[in-house]
């Protein structure tokens, strides 16, 4: 079982770059497929992008060449480093883990883009 933790959110102007981080506690983290969702306000929850066991990693459209998906095996850590954020970008992120039939979420941060 993993239990996973959220970081790094917070108010940003348009434009503007974050980094969010997800800790997990737990073992056999390297054995997990990472990936980072969001919730806008009145909207269902869609997934961003994950990386693999293997480290390949698949984007949603609308966030491919600002968002980058990491793992650091070694710190039991996935990372999302987010640039050129826009309004439609305000959500709150969860991360998510997610092997042979198990499924773990975070808690979430919230992410604000405005000016």
């Known amino acids: 079982q993993l239990q996973l933790v959220e970081s790094g959110g917070g108010l940003v102007q348009p434009g503007g770059s974050l980094r969010l981080s997800c800790a997990a506690s737990?073992?056999?983290?390297?054995?997990?497929?990472m990936a980072w969702y969001r919730q806008a306000p009145g909207k269902q929850r869609e997934f961003i992008c994950a990386?693999?066991?293997?480290?390949?990693?698949n984007y949603l459209d609308s966030v491919k060449g600002r968002f980058t998906i990491s793992r650091d095996n070694a710190k039991n850590s996935v990372y999302l480093e987010m640039n050129s954020l826009k309004p439609e970008d305000t959500a709150v992120y969860y991360c998510?883990?997610?092997?042979?039939?198990?499924?773990?979420w975070g808690r979430g941060t919230q992410v604000t883009v405005s000016s």
């Open positions: 990386i693999f066991s293997n480290y390949n990693t």
């Open positions: 998510n883990a997610r092997a042979s039939g198990y499924d773990f």
């Open positions: 737990g073992s056999g983290f390297s054995l997990y497929k």
